[in-house]
C-alpha cells in the first residue's frame, strides 16, 4: 500500500494520528530494503494462529484473535535459547510508528544493534503488526478498538499465547514503541499495567489535548522511559495544538506512579537526562525522560550520542 493510500485510509482517525502519518515519512520505512536481513522468514497466509518454533532465529507468523482479526507478527529467539531451561527469557514486545510495520521496525532495530544485544541478554523480542496490516511486511498504525480490530486486545491475547508457548518469565515482559507505537504503549501501560515489568516510548507522545491514555490506578508503580529528539518535526518537544508536550509524559507517569523522591538530572553535549526514582516499601520503579540534542523524529542510535536500543534494554534490566 502506498503512502498516499495510507493517509487517505487514516482520515477517520484523530487529527494526530494522521499526521504522524502524512507529515513525516516514518523513519522505519527507509530500511525495508534490510529485510532480507531477517532470516528464517516463511510465508504464514492462512487465516489460522501458526505454531509457535522453539529454536533460535527469525520468524514470520499468524495469530487469530479471539475476535476473528488475523494478524501476523516477527518473532526473534536468541541464539541458544532452550525451552524449559533453569532461568527463563524476558520478552519484549516492539511497537512500530504509523506508515511502518513489524517487517521495518525489525529491520531499522537490527541496523541499530538489538538483535546483538537481544542475544547478548538473552532476551525473546516480538515485533506485532499494527492495524490495516494483515502482514509483517504492510503499513499499519495502532488502533484502540474499532470495528473488530482492537490492537491492545490483539497485544494481551498474542503475549499470553507466547507465554504459554515459549520459555517466557511472565515477571518480566516489556514493551517498547516507536512515534505513534510509542504513543500505543503508553495506553498499554495504563490500561494494564500489572502485565509490563517497564515500557519505553521513544519519539512518541502521551496523548494529545484531545484525549488522554486511560488513567491508571495512583501508585501503579510502573517504570517508564522517554526518549525524544530536541528537534523532532513531527511530535514537537514542546507540544502544540496537536500533542501534548514531553514533559507531559513524564509528570503524567510521575503522578500516577505516586512519586515522592526529588528529581535527578544529568547534562551532557548530547542529551539531558531527567530522573525520578520512586520509592515505595520494596519497589523502587523509575520514570526516566531523555532529550537528545539534534535528534529528529528517527530512533536514536549512537551517532546521535545517545543509543536507545542499549539504553532501552538496560533500562529494563535496572528493573
Not at 3 to 32: F, K, M, Q, W, Y
Not at 144 to 165: K, M, P
Not at 177 to 184: K, Y
Request: hydrophobic share 40%; net charge negative.
Amino acid at each position: 500500500m502506498s503512502r498516499s493510500n495510507i493517509c487517505h485510509a487514516a482520515l477517520s482517525l484523530p487529527v494526530a494520528l494522521l499526521l504522524v502519518g502524512c507529515v513525516d515519512p516514518t523513519a522505519e520505512l527507509d530500511d525495508l530494503e534490510e529485510l532480507d536481513e531477517i532470516d528464517q522468514i516463511g510465508g504464514a497466509q492462512q487465516a489460522l494462529t501458526d505454531g509457535v518454533p522453539t529454536g533460535p532465529g527469525g520468524y514470520e507468523l499468524a495469530f487469530e484473535v479471539s475476535t476473528g482479526d488475523q494478524r501476523e507478527y516477527f518473532l526473534y529467539l536468541p541464539d541458544g535459547y532452550l525451552q524449559n531451561r533453569a532461568q527463563p527469557y524476558p520478552l519484549v514486545a516492539m511497537f512500530h510508528g504509523l506508515g511502518g510495520s513489524a517487517a521495518s521496525f525489525a529491520a531499522t532495530l537490527d541496523a541499530a544493534g538489538l538483535r546483538d544485544l537481544a542475544n547478548q541478554q538473552d532476551k525473546i523480542v516480538v515485533f506485532l503488526q499494527g492495524t490495516l496490516g494483515l502482514t509483517i511486511t504492510q503499513q499499519g498504525f495502532w488502533n484502540l478498538g474499532s470495528g473488530g480490530r482492537d490492537d491492545v486486545l490483539y497485544t494481551q491475547e498474542l503475549l499470553d499465547h507466547l507465554a504459554s508457548e515459549l520459555d517466557v518469565d511472565e515477571t518480566r515482559v516489556f514493551a517498547g514503541g516507536h512515534s505513534l507505537g510509542g504513543r500505543f504503549v503508553h495506553e498499554l501501560g495504563a490500561r494494564d499495567p500489572s502485565r509490563f515489568r517497564a515500557i519505553a516510548d521513544v519519539s512518541g507522545f502521551y496523548g494529545t489535548p484531545a484525549g488522554e491514555p486511560a488513567a491508571p490506578p495512583a501508585g501503579t508503580l510502573l517504570p517508564v522511559l522517554i526518549v525524544h529528539g530536541a528537534v523532532d518535526p513531527v511530535v514537537p518537544l514542546a507540544g502544540g495544538p496537536v500533542f501534548l508536550p514531553t514533559e507531559y509524559n513524564y509528570t503524567s507517569w510521575y503522578a500516577n506512579d505516586d512519586c515522592t523522591e526529588p528529581t535527578n538530572r544529568l547534562l551532557s553535549l548530547f542529551w539531558d537526562i531527567e530522573t525520578t526514582v520512586c520509592r515505595a516499601g520494596t519497589t523502587h520503579p523509575i520514570i526516566q525522560r531523555v532529550i537528545v540534542s539534534g535528534l529528529d523524529h528517527h530512533w536514536p542510535r549512537t551517532a546521535d550520542g545517545f543509543d536507545a536500543s542499549s539504553e532501552m534494554l538496560d533500562f529494563f534490566d535496572m528493573q
